[in-house]
């Protein structure tokens, strides 16, 4: 099916040879002037993000693509002219061939640009290519039509022409497969001969006089280095390939200048690294083979075992072909290899030998494993760690929760709510991802100021009191006041403390699923022992230190009761979602937040943009075109 402007209504075009720092922004400066865009992306590596050299863009109209396309084509973007051409999304059009024209032996001085006017005469282009390297033009392009009769055109009158005084080739495009087969056929009818190790004692007109015997000898070669002395190999073309053939049967494996030379069909570059490549493959599979299920890795070894010990020691367990302790420098790595004659008898010697000590050390005995293999094992055991983490039940990825040291008076709950108990696993948090990733920004609910604990003593004689308040109960020390005292008070007094609190108070539960409860009533007594959670002046500076004493899901609540009150004072409405989400970086960087208000407050202002580009997003009509690539 031939390719034709029709097939693209979308108005998406390609953009190719990009600057590495060309960004979306410079892209939509300059192709805006052509009509309004809907969507730029300039395809970047996923890992590190660096740009690949060209991106696509999406126009409203199709028109307007078109008048991009051909206005701008091979215009300068940061020193390099750049390529444009219809995005073609099907993959079997680019790879068809259909109407697609090669071109070689192309002057260094062609570019992209003056191939393009050289054959746009022949009718509308898709893509037009020179093939460049590092040191510019290798001599070769492509151009890509619209339709099969004007890559036909183009044939016919530039095939031999002449493009800046040099005879170009102008032909139809042929796959890498299509050119194998081609040159597979004509290898068999070989007229070229390679001959090899002849010593340097050697000259054409010697190798003429050798190689003429078989037949007519249309060209002799030696090859010499750059003093003029013979390199060792040489070629000799035949008329015809009965000669070839004729010289390769007679002479590979027969003395000149008493050597042995090898003489065979001459091969290109490629199609020798290819055979070699082949032949190192089949060699390496096959001794795979050999050594499945046979090989033994033994490490743990003790310094003084050598290749010998190792084979006394393994000996009993069946016939050993080989072993070897791997070494370095005259001394043992540790480890080495005993390779068994049968996949019985290497069985046998790992359940016999595993775990045995030898000399001084219990060795490790297992199948020895090619490096990939072993490697994909450790890949996959790290994946199925990472995955059993993420499962495991917790507080959830992007959400901030609350410790559980509150005590919460007993309060009416609806049938449909249920408590949730403190979970001790840490939960694992990703790097924050506010704009892409999360529907709804994660919002901090500061704590309400609750009643600080007092000694058992003090606790016993004001039960009634409290019981008459009906307020709310105390709570363990505030999360600053245990940090200083961790020094002073042991875990077992605090345990007494929490342990009386419950047996005083037998209507209240113990729960981290309820936030901000309010006092419900008050008295006088209670007025005196209240205290604000939030501590701001007069506060002891937060060091890594203390920090670090209080337990892990503990830590993002004393970071919290720190950052809120100084988010408060800069947006106070939008303060307990701006904390929310400063609380997903780690601990460090938030503790050099606090130390650093310049710091604070840029993370703040990207939060706040963050924010009010979800807004924006979430209002925006439903039916507003979705970016096309």
């Avoid at 660096?50 to 940061?78: C, H, W």
């Avoid at 590092?134 to 022409?161: C, D, K, L, P």
């Avoid at 494993?369 to 890949?379: D, G, P, S």
Wanted: proline share 6%; hydrophobic share 35%.
């Amino acid at each position: 099916m031939n390719a034709t402007r029709a097939e693209y209504p979308l108005a998406s075009l390609y953009i190719g040879d990009l600057h590495p720092d060309v960004t979306e922004a410079m892209l939509y400066e300059k192709f805006s002037p052509a009509g309004p865009i809907m969507s730029i992306r300039v395809c970047r590596d996923i890992a590190t993000r660096r740009s690949l050299g060209y991106a696509y863009i999406n126009f409203q109209q199709p028109a307007d693509a078109e008048r991009a396309l051909d206005t701008m084509n091979f215009e300068v973007i940061k020193g390099r002219p750049i390529r444009i051409m219809w995005s073609q999304r099907d993959p079997g059009l680019r790879k068809s061939g259909v109407g697609n024209v090669f071109i070689k032996n192309l002057d260094d001085s062609i570019d992209n640009k003056a191939l393009y006017d050289t054959f746009s005469a022949f009718g509308d282009i898709l893509s037009c290519k020179v093939v460049c390297d590092e040191y510019g033009s290798r001599g070769y392009g492509f151009v890509h039509f619209e339709t099969q009769e004007a890559a036909n055109r183009a044939i016919q009158t530039m095939n031999g022409m002449l493009l800046n005084d040099r005879k170009v080739f102008v032909g139809h495009f042929k796959s890498r497969r299509e050119r194998e087969l081609e040159y597979g056929a004509k290898v068999m009818e070989f007229t070229n001969v390679y001959i090899k190790n002849f010593g340097e004692d050697m000259d054409d007109k010697r190798l003429k006089e050798i190689f003429s015997a078989f037949g007519n000898t249309l060209s002799v070669k030696v090859m010499m280095d750059n003093s003029g002395r013979s390199r060792g190999f040489g070629f000799v073309n035949y008329g015809n390939h009965e000669e070839a053939q004729k010289a390769v049967t007679e002479m590979n494996g027969k003395e000149v200048n008493g050597r042995m030379v090898y003489v065979g069909r001459a091969q290109k570059r490629i199609e020798r690294q290819g055979e070699l490549k082949r032949k190192f493959e089949q060699i390496k599979q096959e001794r795979i083979n050999r050594y499945q299920g046979v090989n033994l890795y033994v490490k743990n070894l003790d310094d003084g075992i050598d290749d010998d010990r190792l084979r006394k020691e393994f000996s009993p367990y069946g016939t050993i072909t080989s072993t070897k302790v791997m070494t370095e420098g005259g001394h043992s790595k540790g480890f080495g290899f005993v390779c068994f004659s049968s996949p019985e008898e290497a069985t046998k010697a790992v359940t016999e030998m595993n775990g045995r000590i030898v000399s001084t050390k219990p060795l490790y005995v297992a199948l020895a494993q090619r490096k990939e293999e072993r490697k994909a094992i450790l890949t996959n055991q790290y994946m199925q760690r990472l995955a059993t983490m993420r499962a495991m039940p917790g507080p959830l990825l992007g959400s901030f929760q609350q410790p559980a040291n509150y005590f919460l008076p007993t309060m009416p709950q609806p049938s449909n709510r249920a408590f949730y108990s403190p979970n001790p696993v840490a939960p694992v948090r990703p790097a924050p991802q506010w704009a892409s990733h999360q529907s709804r920004p994660p919002q901090y609910q500061p704590p309400a100021p609750l009643m600080r604990a007092v000694p058992p003593r003090r606790m016993h004689s004001n039960i009634s009191t409290m019981k008459q308040a009906s307020t709310q109960v105390p709570r363990v020390p505030l999360q600053s006041q245990r940090v200083a005292n961790i020094g002073t008070q042991t875990a077992g007094a605090r345990a007494q403390v929490n342990a009386s609190i419950m047996r005083a108070m037998p209507h209240y539960k113990y729960s981290c699923g309820v936030r901000n409860v309010q006092p419900i009533g008050s008295s006088a007594h209670l007025q005196q022992v209240l205290e604000p959670a939030v501590l701001m002046q007069g506060q002891e500076p937060l060091t890594a230190s203390l920090l670090a004493a209080a337990p892990l899901q503990e830590q993002k609540q004393i970071l919290g009761e720190r950052i809120y009150p100084l988010i408060h004072e800069m947006h106070p409405t939008l303060a307990g979602k701006i904390t929310g989400m400063l609380l997903e970086i780690d601990n460090s960087e938030l503790l050099h937040m606090l130390e650093s208000p310049e710091s604070l407050h840029s993370k703040v202002e990207e939060a706040v943009a963050v924010l009010q580009a979800h807004q924006a997003k979430e209002s925006a009509p439903k039916s507003a075109p979705q970016s096309l690539i």
